[in-house]
C-alpha cells in the first residue's frame, strides 16, 4: 500500500520546474508538472505520487497526519522509518 506523506515545500527551481520539499527530515526533488503555474510555493504543504506534486493540503491537516506518521515512526527502527518515508517515489501507480 502506498501513502502519501505530506511534504513542506522548502525550495522551488523554476527554471527545471521542481520543488525541493522536506518528507519528515528527507529532502528530495518532487516535479510541478501536476500544478498549476505558481500555485505551490515556499512554506507550502503538498502530497507527492511517484515523484510529482498532486496537490497542496492545509497546514493544520497537514500537521495532524504528520503527528499521526510520527507515532507510527515512533515503533520503528530507523531503517524502516526511512523506507517508509521514501516508499512513495517506489510506489507503482495502481490507476494504469
Aim: with cysteine; aromatic share 4%; proline share 2%.
Amino acid at each position: 500500500m502506498c501513502l502519501s506523506i505530506p511534504s513542506k515545500v522548502v525550495e522551488l527551481d523554476l527554471e527545471r520546474n521542481v520543488a525541493i520539499v522536506d518528507t519528515m527530515g528527507v529532502k528530495r526533488e518532487a516535479g510541478l508538472e501536476l500544478m498549476e503555474e505558481g500555485d505551490v510555493k515556499i512554506g507550502d504543504y503538498v502530497l507527492l505520487h511517484i515523484g510529482f506534486i498532486m496537490n497542496k493540503i492545509d497546514e493544520e491537516d497537514a500537521l495532524e497526519s504528520l503527528k499521526v506518521y510520527n507515532e507510527i515512526l515512533e515503533k520503528l527502527d530507523e531503517e524502516e522509518r526511512r523506507q517508509m518515508v521514501e516508499e512513495d517515489d517506489n510506489c507503482p501507480n495502481r490507476g494504469e
